[in-house]
Structures are given as C-alpha cells and as structure tokens.
C-alpha cells in the first residue's frame, strides 16, 4: 500500500473500505472478540469457512470485534445486497449448515435472527446509509430492529462506535467509517491550541475513573517545560469487573490510535506509548496489527500525511499488577522498573515518563477523541448532562439478565441500566446493590436506583465512576464477604511501599476474615471505621487513598448485615461458609437423587423419592447440591 | 527440560532482540518465562551478567508482577479469575473444588507436573463469569459440576 499524504489518498483508502464495508456481495462477520472466541466463536468461524469452501459459495468471511451484549454470543451478521444486516445469536458450528442454507436462499426460515439493523450509522460522517431501498423483504417481518431491542434501545456508541461494525483487520473499513479524517483536519486546519480549545470546550473528561478534564491536562502538559513530551495510552484495565477498553482496543484499536496522534500534535509529543495489561493478548495483538498499518499508510513516524509532524507509538505490556493501572506507577513500569507509584504533588504532566512531560488518558477517553475534532466541541457537549458531556461505556455484569457491554450518556438513571437495558435480576431475585469503580468504588442500593450516572453523583453517592465496571448484586451476594473480597484484592494489590496501605489494608482484612468466619467481636466495626479514615488520610497514592471505600459504602448502607455477621453470627445472604448450613427441604424435595449422586463429599443420603438428608458433620459447604437442584430444595441458612 | 546450553542461548537471543535495552527488563522478562514457563534463576543471572544490571533488581521486577513465576510451572496452567464478577457467581467454590479435584493448593504444581493452580485478577470475561483459564484457552459459565470433565480434556 502506498502511504497516504492528501485528503484524495485518503478518500481513495475510504472508498476501498466502504465497498467492504457494504460489498456488492455476500459478507459474513463473526464476533471475534475475547468475549467471543471464549463462548466459541472460533468453532463458529472455521465452520463457516468449511461450509463455504464445501459449497464453494462467493462469500466474504470476516472478523469484527464485540457488539456489546457479550450474553447472546457468539454473533453472526449476515449482510447482503440490498438486505438488512441481521445479527444471529448464540450461534454453535452445528448451526452454521442451517444459516449457509438461508444465505444461499436468501430467506429467512427456521432459526431467526435475534435482530435486523437497517442502516450502518457513519457517526464520524454524521451520516447514515441504508443497507437497502424500499420495503422491508416480507420473511424478515416480526424481527426486530437493533433500535427496538431493549439492551440496545437507549444506548448511544461514540467510543465503541465501530466495535462489532468493522473489520478489526481493515484500516480501509476504519476511514471509510471518518476515521484518520478528523486527524487530518487537525494537522491541516488547526493549529495545536485549537485542537486543546476545542477538547476543552467539548468537556470531555477522563474516562479512567478520575474524571479530570482531559483538555485542560493537555494544555499544562503543553505548557510544561521540556523538549521531549510523551502522551501514553493506560490501557492497564485493572478494575475487576470492567472490560470495555480490551473491547476497544480490539475491536477498534485504530480509533485509540488516531486519538493519541491527534492528542501529540496539540500537546507537542513525537512519541507515545500504549500500556496495555498482560492478561489482554489480543488487544495487544490487534493494536500491534493496527500500528503496523497506520506506519504503512504513514499515519505513524515521520512526515505524517505529509505535514512535517513526526509521531511514532510503542507498545508497552503490563505484567498482572493492578497498582500499574495508577498513573504514576504505569510511568515506573514503562521505564523497565517494579510499578511503584510516586508522590502525587509532583505532576506527571510535568514530571512523569523519564521525568519529562507526559499526558496520560486511557483508552476510552482516547477513543472519544477523533469523534469530537470530526463533530466539534458543541455537539459532543450536547450529550449528557451538566458537566458531565458525552457518554459513558459500562459493562453490565453480576446477577443480571442481559449481561454484556453497554455505552450511554451520561445522567441517565441507574434504573433505565438495571432495569430497561439490562432486564432486570434473574430469577425473580431482588436486587440489592450495584457496584460501582472497582475496588476503589462503593455499592448504590436500592434506595440510590434512580441516581444519575454521571462522574459527580456517583462520587456524591460515596462511590465512583471508576472504568465503569458495574457489577448488579442479588439478594443472595453477602455485602460483608463483598467488602473482604476488595479489601483482600487490594491487600495483595497493595505495591507496599507506604504504611497505611500495606499495613493497614492487611489489618482490616484480618479483621474482616474473622467476621466472615464467625469470630467477628462487638467494637470491629468502630474499629473498621476508624481505620478507614486512618488510610484516606495517610495513604500515598489514589489505589491506597481508596482503599477504604468499598468497606466504607458498604457499611453506609448495609450497616445490618456486618451486626447480623458480628452478633448474631449469622449470613444474611447465606454466603460466608462459617455462618451457613445447608439442609434440605422437606416440602421441595422429590427424592430425585441428583445431589445425592454430585456430591463430593458423599454426605447426602435418602432413598428415591424419598426426602434427602444431608450430614452436617460430613458437609464442606461447597453448594454443589444447590447448584444441581432442579427444585430449589436446598436450604441455606 | 532443556540442557544449560541451550538455555543460555535462547536468553541470548531475546536479550539481542531487545537489543540489550534496559528499560525492556519487563519485557524480556516476559519472553524468557514464556520460553521456559518460569523464571529459571541462571537464566536471571545470565541476564545480571549479560546486560550489566544487578539481579537484585531484576529479583525486585521479577517478584514485584504477578505474572512472573520464581518455581517451575506444570504443563498446564490453570488460573481461576478472581475477578468481582466472577467472585459474585461463586469464583471462590470453584476455586475450592480446583484445589480438592488437583489435590493441591491455589499457587502450586500438581506432582506429575501436568498442572499449576493460579488466581488471576480479573481477565476481562466478566460477562461469562465465572471463568477458568487453562494454557490460554477461556471456559466461560463454568460450574463445579463440569471441573472433573474439563481437567481430564488437558492430561
């Protein structure tokens, strides 16, 4: 491919990629995200290519990254000229023969598509093209629009617009859709202080958790003294719970790209770095592959699009420390060291890589970035709320019905999330909490449901933003055993470098494991509390300085289940093993031996038909009769 | 296993591909595990000799990530997320039945060597929570019950 220096290049590498975007024949794509592959899109993906090859069939086969609704994977599009583009769910290999017939037909019969989508949004372009003209074909009445299905309804992608749209191998699919578009708007027509003036007036703010607005870090990291500047993508996605940055940066990774060559060139930087977490390869995979084709095209290194701006990226990756997602620690582990994080008074943006400037935002943040410089400042600060502009992506996970990733703007309430996107709390249960920011977050119960989601009521609330990890709780999560789980992740977490985290943290642990294991003792709760304070006060950096949080939310408003651990001895929400016993329910139990013959323990005895017994002095509590219990007849208590 | 000479050449190799770059000590780190599954200590110390950096500190990076092992590692690697999602789906009893069902405890190396038992943070599946990850391949939705099935796939 020959590199790319003017607007007609470029327009030339997106008329390549619009006609693969919607070919004049049969196309294919399977989700072939993380999420995917692991709910066996590969199987799904190779049989298809069987099929094709068997019935030697013209068909374009392709890879595209996730959609968001991660519970109906793995997903097939079919799009064919002049037809809808319509989304297969939960698609095995042994299904794979059926769809081929369809497509070969080109009818719908026998399995139906979940949903139809009518029209491929250009959101960059600020258009729509239609997949097709007139009516809709008679076979596809009854399946709905993507615009229809609840999960999708109120959503609105700006990050994640191309995920589950686009080729994530194709930089010819990613122009056509306006990217590198927007940055040669910027190298072209704006000179750097516009660009930071319109990302400041766009209100954009940082998407890692912070909040912090992410114009006003780029222009005291322009300001700052120095020769040599860096802009770092954080792509360390250690919150537990959040995956919407891996989402990003492998389906989309160009997107990131584009962001960060955009942000170097307003802040003067001539090189960046993209951490990226060790337990993502194919993000890294997929952003290696990106790089290798924006160099080509040459979008990255020198002369780009023929401007004199010099810009090259390098790909950092993390090794499984959660500490590394924190600024200033990332910084330490890019330069070769143990990610230890330094004293927050001295500014990164003017003290951070190698001591010299650096502008940190994560990935989403630099996703949002070309869609504001191709749209402006004023139509992104359209969306959402006051102070809050644009959206936010969420991964809906936990006890919930439609599990999967989700992009909103900003001040919607909680409970269009819960309730509308998500579908509610499986199995008639009741929700209980939502938790919010990862192990720095808090928990939002039932009475906080019509809360806005936006960076500053959330934080109001007692929690955070965070990555946007949001983790739906039911009646049957123990908010005690949920405070000892972060409080525990954050101990071993904790880099040990100042003394209120690691001792600290340590000692509310120990005290928390003996509550959750029955030995909790009147004043351990006080105790709890004080300490927490103790930690925000005295802790060096932003993962010790919250450390306290998620034992702090949790007793703001769960205060009776801990009483309930420490004086009554028991687990409200029958999770922590010390305080339950199971038994069996006479009334439910029809005998039908399943636990019986699962159990490991060989503590559970009866004839057939017959109520069964299980030996307290035998079980370990392992749950597995109550997971294979088709009759709910497992008590715990 | 593979003979001390053969050892030392393919550190050689990936610290020449690093081009005996300091600040890539994570990253040939990384490299070097994944050729042998774990950090061999004369492998470090090559490392020490070869590039000039004292083997405390690479001993600091090599114990300060998790990724990184000090002991020899089975086979197959089986790492239980320990992810908040996978947490809240019962991560911890699956956990319970890896250590009773391997005979071992979450951190080593099953006697025939066929496996390690790790926790991981968070992979990023949390849709499919709860999730094991044995040698890089993800089980989404696992439950106790399909344990045994899944190990004996991997012997």
């Not at chain 1, 700006?158 to 686009?166: D, E, F, K, Q, V």
Request: glycine content about 10%; some cysteine; aromatic content about 6%.
């Amino acid at each position: 491919m020959s590199k790319i220096n003017t607007l007609e290049d470029l327009n030339k590498a997106a008329k390549r990629g619009l006609e693969s975007i919607i070919p004049p024949k049969t196309k294919v794509m399977v989700g072939m995200a993380t999420s995917g592959i692991a709910s066996g899109a590969q199987e799904v993906y190779d049989a298809l290519a069987e099929e094709v090859k068997k019935r030697k069939l013209d068909i374009i086969l392709s890879k595209t990254g996730a959609m968001g609704m991660d519970c109906i994977e793995p997903l097939v599009d079919v799009l064919q000229p002049n037809k809808p583009r319509l989304a297969y769910s939960k698609v095995t290999a042994k299904k794979v023969p059926e769809i081929v017939d369809q497509i070969v037909k080109g009818a719908v019969n026998g399995s139906k598509p979940t949903y139809r989508m009518d029209e491929e949004d250009f959101i960059c372009l600020n258009e729509k093209k239609p997949y097709f003209k007139g009516s809709l074909p008679k076979d596809l009445d009854g399946i709905p629009k993507i615009s229809d299905v609840n999960f999708y309804k109120k959503q609105l992608k700006l990050a994640t617009r191309n995920c589950g749209m686009i080729d994530f191998e194709s930089i010819d699919e990613y122009i056509a859709k306006g990217g590198y578009f927007s940055l040669h708007k910027a190298l072209t027509k704006m000179k750097p202080d516009e660009i930071i003036d319109e990302i400041i007036a766009s209100g954009l703010r940082g998407r890692g958790g912070g909040g912090f607005p992410a114009g006003i870090k780029w222009q005291t990291c322009r300001r700052a003294h120095g020769d040599i500047k860096y802009v770092i993508c954080n792509g360390d996605e250690g919150d537990p719970g959040a995956y919407m940055d891996r989402s990003v940066m492998e389906g989309d990774p160009h997107s990131v790209i584009e962001g960060m060559i955009i942000g170097a060139y307003a802040i003067g930087s001539s090189q960046g770095f993209i951490y990226v977490r060790n337990e993502y390869p194919l993000a890294v995979r997929n952003l290696q592959r990106a790089l290798d084709q924006a160099r080509e095209y040459g979008l990255l290194g020198k002369n780009i699009l023929n401007t004199g701006f010099d810009f090259d990226l390098r790909i950092g990756k993390g090794a499984g420390a959660f500490v590394c997602g924190e600024s200033t620690a990332l910084m330490t582990s890019l330069e070769g060291k143990a990610g230890e994080p330094r004293a927050k008074y001295i500014h990164t943006v003017e003290h951070g890589l190698w001591d010299r400037p650096s502008n940190l935002n994560n990935v989403e943040t630099w996703a949002n970035v070309p869609a504001i410089i191709s749209r402006g400042a004023k139509w992104f600060s359209s969306i959402g709320c006051k102070n809050n502009s644009g959206t936010k992506v969420f991964c809906l996970v936990g006890k919930i019905n439609n599990i999967g990733m989700v992009e909103v703007p900003m001040g919607i309430p909680l409970k269009e999330i819960i309730y509308e996107i998500g579908g509610g709390i499986p199995g008639g249960k009741k929700y209980k909490a939502v938790q919010t920011g990862g192990p720095s977050g808090g928990c939002l119960p039932d009475k906080l449901i019509d809360i806005s989601v936006d960076f500053d009521s959330l934080w109001n609330a007692g929690s955070m933003m965070g990555s946007g990890g949001m983790i739906v709780m039911d009646e049957t999560t123990c908010m005690v055993d949920i405070a000892r789980y972060f409080i525990d992740f954050l101990e071993f977490e904790s880099c040990g470098k100042c003394t209120p985290c690691r001792e600290g943290v340590h000692r509310m642990n120990e005290i928390l494991r003996d509550i959750c294991d029955g030995r909790g003792k009147e004043g351990d709760v006080e105790l709890l509390e004080s300490m927490s304070q103790g930690i925000v006060d005295g802790a060096l950096c932003a993962l010790g300085s919250t450390a306290a949080n998620p034992v702090l939310s949790t007793l703001k408003y769960f205060r009776d289940e801990y009483v309930a651990h420490v004086r009554d001895k028991k687990c409200p929400a029958g999770v922590c093993k010390a305080l339950i016993r199971f038994s069996i329910s006479d009334e439910k139990c029809t005998g039908c031996g399943v636990c019986l013959k699962k159990c490991p323990s060989e503590c559970i005895s009866g004839e057939k038909k017959k109520t069964h017994v299980i030996d307290q002095t035998k079980c370990i509590k392992c749950g597995v009769c109550k997971e294979s219990c088709k009759f709910d007849a497992i008590i715990v208590e | 296993m593979k003979t001390a000479k053969t050892q030392k050449k393919s550190v050689k190799d990936i610290i020449k591909k690093y081009d005996s770059d300091k600040t890539a000590m994570i990253a040939i780190l990384q490299d070097v595990q994944e050729e042998f599954r774990y950090l061999p200590k004369e492998a470090l110390s090559s490392i020490s000799k070869q590039m000039d950096v004292p083997l405390t500190r690479i001993y600091e990076i090599a114990t300060f990530y998790n990724a990184f092992s000090l002991k020899p590692r089975g086979k197959n690697l089986v790492e239980v997320c320990a992810g908040t999602a996978c947490h809240v789906q019962g991560a911890a009893r699956l956990m319970d039945r890896m250590e009773r069902d391997l005979a071992i405890k979450c951190g080593e190396t099953t006697t025939d060597k066929i496996f390690s038992l790790e926790e991981v943070r968070c992979l990023g599946c949390c849709s499919l929570a709860p999730v094991v990850r044995i040698s890089g391949n993800i089980h989404p939705n696992l439950t106790q019950d399909e344990v045994p099935k899944i190990l004996k796939n991997y012997k």
